[in-house]
């Protein structure tokens, strides 16, 4: 693992958008792995300023919430359609666990597949929650798990719960990319901003277990952890 550590939280960004430039571009036909969260968003302005179209055809998206409204501002379809596809002027297909194809269990294994199949992306953008999830890995998900349908921990809807209008409307489920879906991409660039996020990330690195999800990903080949924080 390479550790960045990059004390302004705009130019850690930057970084990450331009590892992300970096690794889709030393294999342009493959897929791209993207996250979303107000981590990401540093990430894609990046990209658009620097006036990026990727020229992969497919971007694999880590997770949705499960029960959402068709539409929905809050679905991570709706916010890496605006935030990436428009933002960027990219028509490729985007394939979100959950949605379209990918709805039901059957919808869940086509999309793991798809994954497999296309695949590997050339680069996994991550972040972090501040119980330690990775995509919605909530502490506890098993290092081998594929993409599946899961339970929200209470700590990740109450972080979530500020992009709602009211804390009872963060959904209980999601579908997420397993830890093993994840581990396949090409490269990983876990973005992990504000001092909130420190403690998880230490306690990844210090005591890393099944309570840790970044644990599963420690002995990936091509993974660099970004922080605006000294550990
Ligand atoms: C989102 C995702 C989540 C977020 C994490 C951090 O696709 O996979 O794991 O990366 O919840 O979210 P922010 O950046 O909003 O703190």
Excluded: C
């Excluded at 029960?67 to 709706?78: I, P, V």
């Amino acid at each position: 693992m390479i550790h960045e550590v990059i004390g302004d939280r705009l130019m850690a960004a930057a970084r990450a958008a331009d590892l992300f430039i970096e690794k889709s571009s030393m294999n342009p036909q493959a897929p791209v792995g993207l996250a979303t969260g107000s981590t990401m968003d540093g990430v894609y302005q990046h990209l658009e300023q620097r006036g990026f179209l990727p020229e992969s055809s497919d971007a694999f998206a880590l997770d949705d919430y499960k029960g959402l409204a068709e539409g929905s501002e809050n679905s991570y379809f709706t916010e890496l359609s605006k935030n990436f596809a428009a933002r960027l002027g990219w028509s490729g297909r985007l394939h979100v666990p959950g949605h379209g194809p990918y709805a039901g269990s059957h919808g869940l294994a086509l999309f793991e597949q798809t994954h497999l199949e296309l695949g590997p992306v050339s680069i996994q953008l991550l972040g972090i929650g501040t119980n330690g999830h990775i995509a919605f890995n909530e502490p506890g998900a098993a290092f081998d798990s594929i993409t599946r349908e899961v339970e929200l921990h209470p700590q990740t809807r109450q972080d979530n719960a500020r992009f709602f209008a009211d804390p009872s409307q963060v959904p209980t489920h999601a579908y997420s990319q397993g830890l093993a879906t994840i581990n396949r991409a090409s490269s990983l660039v876990l973005l992990a901003l504000g001092e909130r996020k420190k403690p998880a990330v230490l306690q990844a690195l210090e005591s890393p277990g099944p309570l840790t999800p970044l644990a599963a990903l420690l002995d990936h080949s091509d993974l660099t952890l970004i922080t605006d924080f000294q550990l």
